[in-house]
């Protein structure tokens, strides 16, 4: 189960760099697995963020897009 949880969120944080909208229902589908479980991976995400941001001076944040109802990754201060 923790290889699994792996290539999700590396798979995921490859989708979000490469500047991809990732929706939860496709993710879902790709990976077998309950939208909950695909949530709690983008939350854990966030906070790799979070804490690159506090620790490295990171600036990106993984935010909702409420026009394509998907998330992206965004550099901090950008307009949503």
């Known amino acids: 189960?923790?290889?699994?949880?792996?290539?999700?969120?590396?798979?995921?944080?490859?989708e979000l760099h490469q500047?991809?909208?990732?929706?939860i229902d496709d993710l879902t589908k790709y990976f077998?697995?309950?939208?909950?479980?695909i949530h709690r991976d983008i939350d854990d995400l966030r906070t790799y963020y979070a804490e690159k941001t506090c620790q490295e001076g990171g600036d990106e944040q993984i935010v909702f897009d409420e026009t394509?109802?998907?998330?992206?990754l965004a550099v901090?201060?950008?307009?949503?």
């Not at 189960?1 to 490859?14: A, G, T």
């Open 32 to 37: 077998h697995s309950s939208s909950k479980t």
């Open 1 to 14: 189960e923790n290889d699994k949880e792996c290539i999700r969120l590396l798979w995921i944080h490859e």
């Open 68 to 72: 394509t109802k998907s998330y992206r």
């Open 19 to 23: 500047k991809h909208f990732i929706k």
């Open 76 to 80: 901090l201060g950008e307009e949503s």
